[in-house]
C-alpha cells in the first residue's frame, strides 16, 4: 500500500491532469502544450501510487532501452504508458479532438490505476 504523501501527490497530480485536458478543449491554440503536460501528469500519477517515481520511471526506462518482450504484465502496462507519452511528445496530433480523446483514454488508465492502488477517487 502507498504512504499518505504519495498517494496525495498522485491524487494531485491526477487531479491536474484532468484541468489540464479541460483547459485544452476549452482553448483549442493552447491544446497541443496542454495535452502534453496531461498525459505527462497522469503519468507521474501513476508512478506517484506506486511508490517512489524516479525508481519507477528508471525500472520503465531500462526496461524499454532492453528491448525485450516483457513479461510481467504490470511492468508492461507502464513500458506501454511511457510509450504513448512519447508518441504524443514526439508528433504532436494536429487534429485536437483526436489528440484530446487519446489523452483522455489515458487520463482514465490512470485514474483506475490510482483508484486500484490508493483507494481514493480523485
Known amino acids: 500500500m502507498v504512504d499518505e504523501y504519495r498517494k496525495g501527490w498522485a491524487l494531485r497530480y ?10 485544452a478543449q ?3 491554440y493552447m491544446a497541443p502544450s496542454l495535452i502534453l503536460e ?3 501528469k497522469a503519468q507521474v500519477a ?3 501510487s506506486l511508490g517512489d517515481p524516479a ?3 528508471t525500472i520503465v526506462r531500462q526496461t524499454i ?6 513479461e510481467d ?5 507502464l513500458v506501454e504508458i511511457e510509450r504513448t507519452v512519447q508518441r ?3 508528433s504532436p496530433e494536429p487534429n485536437h479532438e483526436k489528440a484530446i480523446e487519446r489523452a483522455d483514454g489515458l487520463i482514465q488508465i490512470a485514474s483506475d490505476i490510482v483508484e486500484l492502488l490508493t483507494g481514493e477517487t480523485a
Open 14 to 23: 491526477l487531479r491536474e491532469a484532468k484541468a489540464e485536458l479541460i483547459a
Open 26 to 28: 476549452k482553448t483549442p
Open 38 to 40: 496531461a498525459v505527462r
Open 46 to 48: 501513476i508512478y506517484y
Open 55 to 57: 525508481f519507477v520511471e
Open 65 to 70: 532501452g532492453k528491448k525485450k518482450v516483457v
Open 73 to 77: 504484465p504490470v511492468l508492461r502496462c
Open 88 to 90: 504524443v511528445v514526439q
